[in-house]
């Protein structure tokens, strides 16, 4: 489903900035059905891996493939759903406008639009806002919204970056129990937190980025086999980068 290989980026110098390797010749794979986390310290190549799997950026070399496509065919990401860390979109639209917005450019009629934007909007805890301007909206609120939006014509693959991202703790724990619901019906997650006790409840595959190369690509059990939490494992790979 998704596919890199060998993948490699740097963003040329700037006028007050020197080259950057974003990325150092990475691999990892997400299978059907799976979730995967992505994870990191800053810098560390999460947010160019998924600006490249989008087609926002190009690679320099390697290989990456989008449900067997290259990301720079459109038809390869009719399927997903893309839940940005900073939502942006036009303030002056209502909620239901922003999903009927979304659920237009995915192919959407208006029926199908109306009954999928009341089902996540009310999981979502926004049906009674539906009609506020988006601009009356808290951050939490807005980022819920950005959920909607990704979730309106029911993805096969959802990228979500920084999901948690202004949410209080009980919006929080409705965001995990969505996720975990979006698993049990089969849907493919790939996402970025800096949330580590996010990662151990809902991901199970880990991708750990640092410097723009891969640490560690497998499952979550072997990635935890010498410690017992996420965060733990997560220290020791990164304190090993600097003996």
């Known amino acids: 489903m998704i596919f890199f290989e060998n993948v490699k980026k740097t963003y040329p110098k700037q006028l007050r900035s020197q080259a950057h390797k974003a990325l150092s010749g990475i691999s990892f794979y997400l ?44 038809q390869s990401r009719k399927k997903v759903g893309y839940l940005p860390e900073q939502p942006s979109f036009p303030l002056n639209l209502s909620c239901l406008e922003l999903l009927y917005f979304a659920g237009r450019s995915n192919g959407m009629d208006d029926k199908a639009i109306l ?38 014509h029911d993805p096969e693959l959802l990228i979500l970056d920084e999901p948690m991202s202004g949410l209080d703790p009980i919006g929080r724990a409705k965001i995990v129990a969505l996720i975990q619901e979006l698993q049990q019906q089969g849907k493919s997650i790939l996402f970025c937190s800096h949330l580590l006790d996010d990662v151990e409840r809902l991901a199970e595959q880990v991708v750990l980025l640092y410097h ?32």
């Open 31 to 74: 299978e059907q059905g799976t979730t995967l986390g992505l994870i990191g310290p800053n810098g560390a190549g999460k947010s160019t891996s998924i600006k490249l799997l989008l087609d926002f950026i190009r690679l320099d070399a390697g290989s990456i493939k989008l449900f067997g496509e290259s990301p720079a065919l459109p």
């Open 115 to 152: 009954v999928s934007s009341e089902k996540w909007l009310k999981k979502l805890d926004l049906w009674s806002f539906r009609d506020r301007l988006l601009s009356g909206f808290s951050k939490g609120m807005r980022q819920r919204a950005s959920f909607a939006m990704a979730l309106i």
């Open 212 to 243: 723009g190369r891969v640490l560690f690509s497998g499952d979550i059990r072997s990635f935890c086999q010498h410690d017992e939490r996420v965060e733990d494992t997560f220290l020791r790979y990164i304190e090993a980068e600097h003996v």
